[in-house]
């Protein structure tokens, strides 16, 4: 059973909207701030950070409202909720037309930052049919010998699923 660890007035809020959203039955266990509005110390032992949203499902902890929404509409979404790829492939083609990188010439910390929903969208949006100047960037990111070094120490990851 999904459970969401829901700190009062905080971004998990936007975790049990979703989850409503989708129509996916869950668990709250419920913390509430201190004084100072901080979250209570019991958090950490959810997960190493102390802090909401965080949520645990199949043996699975996931912390950040971004990387939950991923994960929820990944696994429950059934293609719900998604917002329509095309435009935002097209306009990432476009931009891969002037130039190798998103920021100019060189490679920067934007490319890290575009690596994910681009990784996503070829595992799931059709990015392979008809964005090539897309499929090219991120070849060149996945030869990049830090980003190798990365997924060594880090594990391998599959986005979209």
Excluded: C
């Excluded at 110390?41 to 043996?59: F, M, N, Q, W, Y």
């Amino acid at each position: 059973m999904l459970t969401v660890h829901h700190l009062n007035n905080s971004r998990s809020q936007r975790v049990l909207w979703l989850l409503e959203e989708l129509g996916v039955a869950y668990d709250i266990v419920r913390y509430q701030r201190q004084a100072d509005m901080r979250a209570p110390p019991e958090l950490r032992a959810i997960h190493p950070l102390g802090k909401s949203p965080v949520i645990t499902d199949d043996g699975k902890t996931i912390a950040e409202s971004g990387a939950i929404a991923e994960y929820l509409i990944g696994t429950y979404g059934n293609g719900r909720l998604i917002p329509p790829l095309k435009l935002h492939m097209a306009f990432w083609e476009s931009e891969l037309s002037k130039g190798e990188w998103f920021a100019g010439e060189a490679f920067t910390a934007v490319d890290i930052q575009m690596s994910f929903p681009l990784e996503a969208a070829a595992a799931r949006g059709g990015l392979q049919r008809g964005y090539p100047k897309t499929m090219a960037f991120l070849e060149r990111i996945h030869a990049r010998p830090a980003y190798q070094h990365a997924l060594e120490k880090g594990g391998p990851y599959q986005v979209g699923r």
